[in-house]
Structure formats: C-alpha cells, structure tokens
C-alpha cells in the first residue's frame, strides 16, 4: 500500500480518504487486527487533516495515528522492548517498501534535516552516556556513526 507518491523531486501526502479507499480493496488480505490498527490509524490521521490550523492538536493526532500503525496487540512476547517493537516495525516497513519511498522521502525531502540530526551530538546517546560518567570515547563512536549513517543514507534499502 502507497502513502506517498515520490519521483526524485516530487512527494505527494497521500490523504486519510484514499488511505481510507486503499484500506477497504486490501481489507480481505489482512488479518482482523492489521486492519482495525490501520483504521485507527486513518481515522487518526483524518482528524490530524481537519486541525491543521492548530499545529499542537495535529502533532498530537499524527503521533496517536503513527503509534496506532505500530502497535501490536497479537505479540504476546513480553521480552520485547518498546524500542524493538518500534525497531521491528520500521524494518517491517523497509522490506515492504519495494519502490524505496523512504529512501526517497529521505534524501529527496528531509536530506537536509536529517543530516543535522545526525551531526548533532546531543542526539547521541553515548554522549549522554560519557556526560553521566560512563568510561567510553563517545567522539570516536560519534565520528564513525556519522560516517556511517551518512553511507547508509546515499543508498536505497536492498531486498
């Protein structure tokens, strides 16, 4: 399922109404909890388009519909941590990706932005980690995964 059409230099949002459309012609193929998380999701992401003028209510909302995509109540295993849940499901979304709109989105749209997160130190854990009285050289860590992510960044996602 698309929810954003990108070319290099164009990324159209796909709107709530067709997510809404694309929902019910795949409904048959999903199983009872992927679409009622879906729907949710929708319904969430719809009430983020009619508040778009106050931009705390739809931050709000699209945070509840992305956190309603994510979920999964049928994962019984409790070992998991939130972060591997959220981890699992962004790989999830990778692989399901067959036409690289991530990869797009992020080099055609959020380069910029993103390059600056990475840049930034205070967005780094080990920092925190060595600011707290951890023993590790965080700069060297820093250094590298910076050169890694920015590896990672100037390629698509391979199947």
Known sequence: MNFISV???NIEIIGSSILKQKLKTIADKN???D??????????LKCAEEH???IDVKFITLW???????????NNDISLTEKARFKAFLERLVKLDEDNHFFKLLWYKFAGPVRLLIDNQYAFKPFWDANRGAKIAW????KQ???DLKELL???ASP
């Open 35 to 44: 679409n009622i998380r879906l729907h949710r999701a929708i319904s969430w």
């Open 52 to 54: 778009s003028d106050n």
């Open 31 to 33: 199983n009872e909890n």
């Open 139 to 142: 700069e060297t860590y820093f």
């Open 7 to 9: 070319t290099e230099k």
């Open 154 to 156: 100037g390629k698509p």
């Open 145 to 147: 995964s910076k050169i």
């Open 64 to 74: 509840v519909s992305f956190n309603a995509c994510y979920a999964d109540n049928t």
